[in-house]
Each structure stands twice: as structure tokens, then as C-alpha cells.
């Protein structure tokens, strides 16, 4: 059994959960901020650089996969401690790849390990982010994942601060992997023991094999794969926007480079305004409701920003694009975790889906646009909304019958 908190404790777990969001959002735009400075000091091209994040996208994804089986040999808590500080090296390599050894496969070792340890972390806080959800009794899972937006905006203006300041790379890491490290640690010490997240005191501990079929028996079940599917269509209209809507501004709708950045800002900010927000209407009107009202919005949002005929309803279309996607993946988490006996399991399974939606879905995107054009390969967004949108039902909250018993 889970040892019953104070109310001290639930909150230093709810910052510290928010503080591994928002770390995690933070390091992915350190090394993004500075790809240029990055190329120009390897001397690699277009083609290197994507190979590099070919290669992180891969580790992602392998992080993620696996993430559920890390936590069921380490437990949630000691997990996540360890996967920070592999992410946080790895961004601290990639700054002395470029900078001190002036190496190639130093930064490309950074970018696995950073890939690695983020996608696995990925699992991991989400479980413990929808445990904070369920102890709250109301809808709070979007909230995190804006603090992982805002980890993004701080470490891009970080980025861009210490690129004007012609600070070099490997001094920015290391500065961020320091954060990092040091939340890591702060972190740890705040996270509770619990059992339902696999980490019991080790004499309590069942064998980690046992503890490993517990954590993939999710993947027997057919309503965590209907939720995939919500998942996993809001997930590729996310992934497709941040890789692919500024392009689609310049080259389809043949409007200057700023304006591309400018139609990514008012798709990311449709987006933390309803993640911020929402939580109150999804708790009034129920999952499945906002669900498919964000479907249809997201749905008319790309087609908009593919049919619009001039600038305005472009943008339109990029603030309703990302006011849709907003709410797809912590609602499919949330619904994952609805039964606290089998939450880590059911939220582990949910998120791999989503997450490999998330990282692979844009660069199949690219490939398919180099034979269709970029604003056609956006209809293929439409109807994987249109999926997901119609796959909704399957968040309905479980009856009470339907729910584990715990002991």
C-alpha cells in the first residue's frame, strides 16, 4: 500500500513533477537553439544535421519503448533520477563535441544519450503526473504539459540570448546541464515512494521480472489501443506542426521566413492557452465531449491553413490547429490512468504510442512531401484527426466495476 501524504508532501511532489516537465522541455531547445552554431563549428551540412537528429529521434524512441521496463527494474522515482542525469550528460557532450574536441561522433553520442534518457523520462513523469491527477480529483495533467512548453520557450530564449552574446556551445550546456542535474537530484528527494508506480522499498520489492509483466500487461488490452489511436492522431497534428508549419507558410503559401516563425508562435500558443485552461471544461463536460470538439477544430484548423487564401485565415487556421491538438495526448493520459491499480502500466503503453506518434510521425511526413507537395501530406493530419476524433468514446471515463479493486 501506498503510504497516505500530507498535504507538504503532495504539493513538493506537484512542483517537483512540474520542475521535470518543464527541465525536459528546457533541454530540448538548448540543443535545438543552437543547431547554426553547432553546424557552423563542425563544419556539417543540411544533410549531417539531419542524420544527427535522425540518430536522437532513433535513441527517442528506443527510450521510450523501453521506458516501461526501466521503471519496472528501478521504480518510477529512481528512474526518472537516472534518466535526467543521462539526458543532462548528454547535453552536456554535445556542447564538448562542438567546442572542445571539435568531434562529430562526440556530439552524435550527446544526441543519444540525450534522446534516450528524455524519451524514457517521458514515460515516467507522465505516470507520476497523472497520480498527482487522480489524488486531485480534477483535471490537471494539461497544466504539466504546458510547463513543458514553457521549458521549451525559456530554453530557446536562453538560446538566443547566449547565441547573441557569442557565448560559446559547450559553455551553454554545461550551464544547462547543471540545471538539470541539480533538478534531477532536488527532485528526487520530493518524489514519494509508491507502489503503484513500481518503486516499494526494496524488501518489499517483488522480482523485477515479475514487476516487468505487470508493466507491459497493458499491452493486452484492447481499450489502451483505442486510445492510441486518440493519442496517436493528436500526437502527429502536434509533431506536424513544430517540424512543418513554418515551411508550409514560406513554401506553400510563399510568405517570408518570418512569418513561418510567426505562424509556429500562434500555433504554440493556441496550444499552452487551452493546456492551461482546459481543464475546468473538460471537467463541466466530460473527455469524450472536448475531445471531439477539439477534433473538429483541429480538423478545420489544418484545412484552413491548407486552403486559406491569404494570410490572415493562414494563421487562423494555425490558431485553431493548435487550440485542437492541445488536449489529444493528457486526455488519452489521463483516460489511461483512470483505474490506480493499473495506472503505471495502462499510462506507460498510452504514452509510447503517442510519444512514437510524436517523434516518427514528422519526418514520414517529410518523406511523403518530397512526392506530394507539403500542403497536400498536411490532409493526411486531417484524417488521422478525423480518427482520433471519432476513437474518442474510448476516454470515457471506467465505472467503478470496471476499476481494479485495491487492496
Not at 510563399?254 to 509556429?264: C, D, I, T
Amino acid at each position: 500500500m501506498d503510504t497516505a501524504l500530507t498535504r507538504s508532501q503532495f504539493v513538493r511532489w506537484r512542483i517537483a513533477i512540474f520542475a521535470i516537465f518543464f527541465a525536459s522541455g528546457l533541454s530540448i531547445a538548448t540543443w535545438a537553439s543552437r543547431v547554426p552554431s553547432i553546424a557552423d563549428a563542425l563544419q556539417i551540412d543540411k544533410a549531417q544535421i539531419g542524420l544527427l537528429l535522425l540518430g536522437m529521434g532513433i535513441a527517442s524512441i528506443i527510450g521510450i519503448s523501453t521506458g516501461p521496463l526501466v521503471m519496472a527494474r528501478t521504480g518510477a522515482r529512481v528512474g526518472m533520477l537516472i534518466m535526467m542525469l543521462i539526458f543532462g550528460a548528454g547535453v552536456l557532450l554535445i556542447g564538448l563535441g562542438t567546442n572542445v574536441f571539435g568531434a562529430l561522433p562526440v556530439v552524435v553520442l550527446g544526441m543519444a544519450l540525450f534522446g534516450y534518457g528524455n524519451g524514457s523520462v517521458d514515460v515516467m513523469m507522465n505516470v507520476e503526473a497523472t497520480a498527482i491527477e487522480q489524488q486531485m480529483g480534477k483535471t490537471i495533467l494539461p497544466v504539466f504539459h504546458a510547463f513543458f512548453s514553457f521549458g521549451t520557450v525559456v530554453g530557446a530564449g536562453i538560446g538566443a540570448l547566449a547565441a547573441n552574446l557569442h557565448l560559446d556551445v559547450a559553455a551553454h550546456t554545461a550551464i544547462v546541464s547543471a540545471m538539470i542535474v541539480a533538478a534531477a537530484v532536488a527532485c528526487f528527494f520530493q518524489v514519494p515512494v509508491r507502489e503503484a508506480a513500481l518503486d516499494p522499498e526494496p524488501h518489499e520489492r517483488p522480482h523485477w521480472r515479475e514487476r516487468a509483466r505487470t508493466a507491459l500487461s497493458a499491452w493486452r488490452e484492447p481499450r489502451i489501443y483505442a486510445l492510441g489511436v486518440v493519442m496517436l492522431g493528436m500526437s502527429f497534428a502536434e509533431g506536424g506542426a513544430n517540424d512543418w508549419i513554418a515551411l508550409g507558410v514560406v513554401e506553400g503559401h510563399h510568405q517570408e521566413a518570418g512569418m513561418g516563425a510567426v505562424a509556429l508562435a500562434v500555433f504554440s500558443v493556441g496550444m499552452t492557452v487551452v493546456r492551461l485552461l482546459g481543464g475546468p471544461l473538460v471537467d463541466r463536460f466530460g473527455r469524450v465531449a472536448v475531445l471531439r470538439v477539439l477534433a473538429v477544430t483541429a480538423a478545420s484548423g489544418i484545412l484552413l491553413f491548407i486552403l486559406g487564401p491569404s494570410l490572415p485565415l493562414v494563421l487562423l487556421g494555425a490558431a485553431l490547429w493548435g487550440i485542437g491538438a492541445s488536449l489529444g495526448f493528457p486526455l488519452g493520459m489521463s483516460a489511461a490512468a483512470d483505474d490506480p491499480a493499473k495506472a503505471a502500466a495502462r499510462v506507460s503503453a498510452a504514452a509510447t504510442i503517442g510519444y512514437v506518434a510524436f517523434l516518427g510521425g514528422p519526418p514520414l511526413l517529410g518523406l511523403i512531401s518530397e512526392h506530394i507537395g507539403l500542403l497536400n501530406t498536411l490532409y493526411i493530419l486531417v484524417a488521422l484527426v478525423v480518427l482520433s476524433g471519432l476513437f474518442s468514446s474510448a476516454a470515457r471515463p471506467l465505472r467503478v466495476e470496471e476499476k481494479t479493486p485495491v487492496a
